[in-house]
């Protein structure tokens, strides 16, 4: 089991630009790779980025696509989300979490791929 924690959320204006951090503790050479999610208000958990530990490889929703970047810190064990140009709409509570089987990029997007979540981190975006 890999246990995760995010920081780094706030309130920022419209334009501007947070860095999340997701770090892991646990059995954390078993993880494949990291992803993070988010909720918005009255909406469903849907995915933002994902990044594999190994390679780098990283699959982004196309509404983030272009403003945000996922990274990873091996020695660390912590995956980051630099967030740009922020946008109202990017609003919610941001949740990372950890995929051990490897398994294809397309099922990175899924939340159901995942074996482990953090407790989320509020992000505000205000216009």
């Known amino acids: 089991q890999v246990q995760l924690v995010e920081s780094g959320g706030g309130l920022v204006q419209a334009g501007g630009s947070l860095r999340l951090s997701c770090a892991a503790s646990?059995?954390?050479?078993?993880?494949?790779?990291m992803g993070w999610f988010r909720r918005a208000p009255g909406k469903e958990r849907e995915f933002v980025a994902a990044i594999t530990w190994s390679g780098g490889s990283t699959y982004y929703a196309d509404s983030v696509k272009g403003r945000f970047t996922i990274s990873r810190d091996n020695a660390k064990n912590t995956v980051y989300l630099q967030m740009n140009s922020l946008k109202p709409e990017d609003t919610a509570v941001y949740y990372c979490?950890?995929?051990?089987?490897?398994?294809?990029?397309?099922?990175?997007?899924?939340?159901?791929?995942?074996?482990?979540w953090g407790q989320g981190t509020q992000v505000t975006v205000s216009s």
């Open positions: 979490a950890a995929r051990y089987a490897p398994i294809t990029g397309q099922r990175l997007g899924v939340m159901s791929s995942y074996n482990d």
């Open positions: 646990g059995r954390t050479s078993n993880s494949h790779a």
